[in-house]
């Protein structure tokens, strides 16, 4: 690693002149479908959209591990969760393996790192680093000098923490800094501002809320993560405690970092109730409009922390000589098949926003398949350093500046392996897959079942065509694709 850091010092030493600046906005479960310019249904995102209109936005991002740490590992090394160690949530990412903030600053980039870190230890080759941990209210503050604890809602925080480290060292060019939200991560607890949007009215169902998963691997009913009867009525719901359970207290804990005034209002927002005699239906119905709007509420805030942003890059004369990019760690299930959260690689998780302007960026959009595995090559690239060669990623900075590669990746190549009986692993079973433009294969381990999807008449993956013989040279072919990828991202 030593060697490489040397050669990036060189680099920059002979390169000279004025790089670009890099704002990389990372939400937390942001879901293509909560923003405007992705043709949400739900919901406006007046900031993102803007960032939208005057850059590149990509219609085919995916990830390659849709779970919080594993997302991040990757983003940080350019290399795949077998490559890089973080798996899963726990602990395991390779001390080895170069960060992208290491690289950065090794090659004259001042770097810091604000919000939700999500990795193991202290931030990595960061010259100023505040994590945010905690609640959504008033959440602790942790830097190399210590911990406090913050006032107000952790989206706003976040936001204030990174415009006042651009006011501090945003004129010492260039910088990368990587501004990471809580939003839209469980349990959605919305700032005090919002708690009344969408009171008056109920939101679009999603078509495929009643799902029954039939046709499905066998671990898609099992999986604990379904809008009807997992999500937690005390934290999740906001429903009055019962003082009976451990989250009765964490929540009520969280809430006691409110002020009276903030309290009055919060009891105000969730004083209803559902009746007790419900059906399924009608309680799933229920259960979806209190998850969708908190879910919406806490979007709202994180479009006003983009905005919060981009008006300080402005007020310091810094938007032309910054590459701004949004994007977040992976999707989340809407009510898409019954289910919140991600893990799975069906759509909606496995889909990710992601956008970009700046400096040499062309307007418009991409349709080419990227993954979250680009963006660490991409931005060493677009700095002008090296270090790129040895990730597993591909740098995407001939299409942001509106060059089409004469040769582009025909499929993404995705792995999850997080598993645990426990209720908070979601019971999601391990599988890994291959999408191309328009077909996807899924194998799932545990029960040794494949799944096949056509994307283009199949958009809600709906019906699994693995066992149509109609689909068998299809499915041979896909099946022979997904061993070559394995083999070249060394996946065994």
Known sequence: MRSVLMSLILCAIALGGQRPNIVLLY????????????GSVLTRTPH???LAARGMRFTQSFVTNSIC???RAVVMTGLHSHRNGQLGNRPGLRADVPLLSELLRAGGYRTAVIGKWHLPGDPR??????????PYYAPFLRTAKGKHRGQGHCTDIIAHAASDWLEEHGRQSPFFLWVCFHATHRT???AIRYLDLYRDRDLPEPRTLFDDHAGRNPGAALAQMRIARDLFPAYDLKLPVTGKGILDGAREGKLARLTAEEREAWDAAYGEIPPADLDVAARTRWNYQRFIKDYLRCVRGLDDAVGAIQRQLDELDLTESTLVIYTSDQGFFLGEHGWYDKRWMYEPALRTPLIAAGPGVRVGTSDLLVQNLDLA????DYAGLEGGASMQGRSLTPLLRGVEPDSWRDAIYYRYYEYDEGRTFHRVTPHYGIRTARHKLIYFERSQTFELYDLERDPDEMHNLASNP?????????ERRLQELRASYGDS
């Open 188 to 190: 959605w607890d919305p």
């Open 470 to 478: 109609e689909q068998a040279e299809l499915r041979r072919s896909l």
């Open 377 to 380: 090559p991409t931005l060493l």
């Open 27 to 38: 939400a937390d479960d942001h879901a293509q479908a909560a923003i405007g310019c992705y």
């Open 125 to 134: 080759g960061f010259d100023d680093w505040t994590v945010v941990e905690g």
């Open 69 to 71: 740490a594993p997302a």
């Open 48 to 50: 993102i959209d803007s």
